[in-house]
């Protein structure tokens, strides 16, 4: 079993910075992308950003320029510097981490439980 802890969510204003993080532990191999998605009330879950196990980012355009993912393989941990922060940035973020154990294997995910995130404007 995998567990996956974010942390770092909170209150900010418009503007602002927060920093969230995710720990994962359990069962993980070296071959993992790990990232993040969010969910506003009354929409969907989308992705924001992913991080791969050799530190290839990818991001989605809403953030690009703003957030910034990292991770530390040795700790199994995920981090994400939001800057300047916007009202539509506000959502319940969760961490996600991306298994395959072998290279070529089926595909595993895990998701943490989310940490709310809200900007006011």
């Known amino acids: 079993q995998v567990q996956l802890v974010e942390s770092g969510g909170g209150l900010v204003q418009a503007g602002g910075s927060l920093r969230l993080s995710c720990a994962a532990s359990?069962?993980?191999?070296?071959?993992?992308?790990m990232g993040w998605y969010r969910q506003a009330p009354g929409l969907q879950r989308e992705w924001v950003t992913t991080i791969s196990g050799d530190g290839r980012t990818n991001y989605a355009d809403s953030v690009k320029g703003r957030f910034t993912i990292s991770r530390d393989s040795a700790k199994n941990a995920v981090y994400l510097q939001m800057n300047s922060l916007k009202a539509e940035d506000t959502g319940v973020y969760y961490c996600k981490l991306t298994d395959r154990y072998t290279p070529g294997a089926r595909a595993y995910n895990y998701w943490g439980q989310g940490t709310q995130v809200t900007v006011s404007s």
């Open positions: 359990g069962r993980i191999s070296s071959i993992n992308d």
